[in-house]
């Protein structure tokens, strides 16, 4: 199928690590997307990874990629108030265009605890 | 560096009316693409247009139509409006070269009544 899957809801406290979880189909070279979407805005492109790479830290996130079972996976280290928002895992479909056709997961919504 | 730029913010109109979405991508960028947001439906993959040239479309019916200009900035139409077309409408666009990254714009929340 065309899906990407994630699951819809996360809570944890503040200073918790979050872990979002997704799962993709295309089993050919792909770049992998998180985005962040706050209440009432566009889309925040947080980091990518492209399909042959294991994993890929930027700042407090870490993204990690089994390739073998599709599924992808974005780390938030000492979760904030301010992280709180919905996040969409995205799959580029585009063939060359690598993101002329992004498909997207139904977003996970965190929700950060003070 | 300005952002992607999509106007108007907000729009209501007709069922049976039509409308016309513009998006300015950022200075440089070629590529553009159109998504679809709604509670039901999610995110969904409009058209993309490069050059000029729409490079790829989603599952969408032909009421839907876009088109680009020579400068980069591209606009959607839809035509006689039903009101499962409310739905927040987004942007982005992609630097060229090894075209990575997509940026959204604030996106143009369209409600039909």
């Known amino acids: 199928g065309e899906d990407v899957e994630q699951s819809l809801f996360l809570s944890v406290r503040e200073g918790d690590s979050s872990v979002i979880n997704c799962t993709y189909t295309?089993?050919?070279?792909?770049?992998l997307y998180w985005y962040k979407q706050e209440p009432g805005a566009g889309l925040q492109l947080l980091t990518y990874i492209f399909s042959n790479m294991d994993m890929k830290q930027d700042q407090r996130l870490t993204v990690l990629l089994n390739k073998k079972d599709k599924h992808l996976s974005l780390r938030i280290a000492d979760t904030q108030t301010g992280d709180s928002a919905i996040y969409f895992c995205?799959?580029?479909?585009?063939?060359?265009?690598?993101?002329?056709?992004?498909?997207f997961g139904q977003g996970t919504t965190l929700q950060v605890k003070p | 560096k300005a952002g992607v730029t999509q106007t108007p913010r907000y729009l209501i109109k007709t069922r049976g009316q039509q409308v016309t979405l513009s998006c300015s991508p950022i200075?440089?960028?070629?590529?553009v693409s159109w998504y679809q947001q709604t509670p039901g439906q999610g995110l969904q993959f409009l058209f993309e247009?490069?050059?000029?040239?729409?490079?790829n479309k989603g599952n969408f019916p032909g009421r839907f139509s876009g088109r680009q200009f020579s400068n980069s900035r591209s606009e959607m139409n839809v035509s006689t409006l039903e009101l499962g077309d409310s739905a927040l409408y987004l942007c982005?666009?992609?630097?060229?070269?090894?075209?990575?990254?997509?940026?959204f714009g604030q996106g143009t929340r369209l409600t039909v009544v």
């Open positions: 200075s440089g960028h070629r590529s």
């Open positions: 295309d089993s050919s070279s792909t770049y």
């Open positions: 247009y490069f050059s000029e040239t729409q490079r």
């Open positions: 982005a666009s992609s630097p060229p070269g090894q075209n990575t990254e997509a940026f």
């Open positions: 995205a799959e580029s479909r585009g063939g060359s265009s690598n993101t002329g056709k992004l498909i």
